[in-house]
Every structure is written in structure tokens, then in C-alpha cells.
């Protein structure tokens, strides 16, 4: 799959989140969304002027919002193709919360652990993305790169 391709299936397959997804097509999405990310700041630049701290970028955040479901949906179609379950995704949401807990209550130690938890679930789910998928057919469905 090209980079065009995998752009292309991103947007076809959206709000689909079963079935499986390539490495190729989950990176050069990656890319390509890292790029955009960029470009998009670089206009919030342009347009408003340096942002401060405590400024949400308008452009930058309007793009991860609208690709944040096609985003979790080709994760979890990538998770399906090394044969694991999309609920891996999920799985980053608890030491998040713990996170979000230490800070409320002002707890440096809650916090301290939910911050490693987040970097321990975010290297995870990276080297989980860079497995080859399974051969053939899995629970998942077909071998995207049997096509």
C-alpha cells in the first residue's frame, strides 16, 4: 500500500472498526497526519500570532478532532491484524484516569504512577504497531495484504 492508498482507506474505512489494517497503511497514515499536524500549526502561527501556554491551537485541534474516530478505528484494525483484541486501546484509559485522579486530589505519587503507566501503555501499543500482522486469515478477518 502507498501513501495515497493508505490515505484514501483511511477516510473509506472511517467508522470501521472491524477487520484488519497493514503496517504500511497505519504508518503512511501516521505520516501523513503528522504532516497535516504541522501544517496546521503553522497556520494557527500565521493566523493568531504565537500562542501561548494556556492558547489552544484552533486549526491543530480541529484536525485531531476530526480524525480522532478514524484514528482509534485504524489502531484497533491494526491491533487486529497482529491477532489482538481493540480493546488494547481502550486498556490506556486507566492509568490516564490515574493521572487525572493525582492531579485533582493534588497527589504527586497517584500522578507519578499514572504518568508511567500512560508512557508504558503509549510504548506498548508502539511496538505492538510495528509486529508484521499474521498470516492468512486470523479472528479478524483476511490478511490485508493478501488483496
Same mark, same amino acid.
Request: aromatic share 20%; no cysteine; charged share 15%.
Given at each position: 500500500?502507498?501513501?495515497?492508498?493508505?490515505?484514501?482507506?483511511?477516510?473509506?474505512?472511517?467508522?470501521?472498526?472491524?477487520?484488519?489494517?497493514?503496517?504500511?497503511?497505519?504508518?503512511?497514515?501516521?505520516?501523513?497526519?503528522?504532516?497535516?499536524?504541522?501544517?496546521?500549526?503553522?497556520?494557527?502561527?500565521?493566523?493568531?500570532?504565537?500562542?501561548?501556554?494556556?492558547?489552544?491551537?484552533?486549526?491543530?485541534?480541529?484536525?485531531?478532532?476530526?480524525?480522532?474516530?478514524?484514528?482509534?478505528?485504524?489502531?484497533?484494525?491494526?491491533?487486529?491484524?497482529?491477532?489482538?483484541?481493540?480493546?488494547?486501546?481502550?486498556?490506556?484509559?486507566?492509568?490516564?484516569?490515574?493521572? @487525572? *485522579? #493525582?492531579? +485533582?486530589?493534588?497527589?504527586?505519587? %497517584?500522578? !507519578? &504512577?499514572? @504518568? *508511567? #503507566?500512560? +508512557?508504558?501503555?503509549?510504548?506498548? %501499543?508502539? !511496538? &505492538?504497531?510495528?509486529?508484521?500482522?499474521?498470516?492468512?486469515?486470523?479472528?479478524?478477518?483476511?490478511?490485508?495484504?493478501?488483496?
Amino acid at each position: 500500500m502507498d501513501f495515497t492508498k493508505a490515505i484514501e482507506t483511511f477516510f473509506a474505512r472511517y467508522f470501521d472498526f472491524k477487520g484488519r489494517s497493514s503496517r504500511a497503511e497505519y504508518w503512511w497514515f501516521y505520516l501523513f497526519y503528522v504532516l497535516v499536524t504541522i501544517a496546521t500549526l503553522i497556520v494557527d502561527v500565521i493566523v493568531f500570532g504565537e500562542a501561548g501556554v494556556d492558547e489552544i491551537p484552533l486549526f491543530q485541534s480541529l484536525w485531531a478532532l476530526a480524525t480522532f474516530i478514524g484514528y482509534v478505528s485504524l489502531g484497533i484494525r491494526r491491533l487486529h491484524d497482529i491477532d489482538r483484541t481493540g480493546y488494547w486501546f481502550l486498556y490506556g484509559t486507566a492509568p490516564l484516569l490515574l493521572m @487525572i *485522579l #493525582g492531579i +485533582i486530589v493534588d497527589n504527586v505519587v %497517584i500522578s !507519578v &504512577f499514572g @504518568i *508511567l #503507566g500512560v +508512557i508504558g501503555y503509549a510504548i506498548t %501499543i508502539f !511496538v &505492538f504497531t510495528l509486529f508484521p500482522g499474521t498470516k492468512g486469515v486470523n479472528r479478524f478477518g483476511e490478511n490485508p495484504l493478501d488483496d
